[in-house]
Nanobody, 126 residues
Framework: QVQLVESGGGLVQAGGSLRLSCAPS????????MGWFRQAPGKEREFVSG????????HYADSVKGRFTISRDSNKNTLYLQMNSLKPEDTAVYYC???????????????????WGQGTQVTVSS
């Protein structure tokens, strides 16, 4: 069974930092595009950041550009999201996602991803 397991969420004060990790199990996604989405209470799940299969291309939502950095370690089969200068509006459940097909470029839409994690809560206090 393929699973994506996120970790690294928590409670942080505004201006603080967190690093999220996503570790797949059951298969490797080292040749697949991956991304991060988030969902705040009462809102739809939204794109945060995506990275191409080889890490050569990245894309960010305007709301996090300049504050968040996506990266991947193919040797460890792990995806990361470094979040700096956090704001209360960043509070949400953050989800890791992976494209089931290889060699993909950056994907920004939910339907482009085939696998999803269960999410990790990020809460930013003011």
């Amino acid at each position: 069974q393929v699973q994506l397991v996120e970790s690294g969420g928590g409670l942080v004060q505004a201006g603080g930092s967190l690093r999220l990790s996503c570790a797949p199990s059951g298969r490797t996604f080292s040749s697949s595009a991956m991304g991060w989405f988030r969902q705040a209470p009462g809102k739809e799940r939204e794109f945060v950041s995506g990275i191409s299969w080889n890490g050569g291309s990245t894309h960010y939502a305007d709301s996090v550009k300049g504050r968040f950095t996506i990266s991947r370690d193919s040797n460890k089969n792990t995806l990361y999201l470094q979040m700096n200068s956090l704001k209360p509006e960043d509070t949400a459940v953050y989800y890791c996602a992976a494209d089931g097909k290889p060699w993909g470029g950056v994907a920004t839409r939910r339907y482009e991803y085939d696998y999803w994690g269960q999410g990790t809560q990020v809460t930013v206090s003011s």
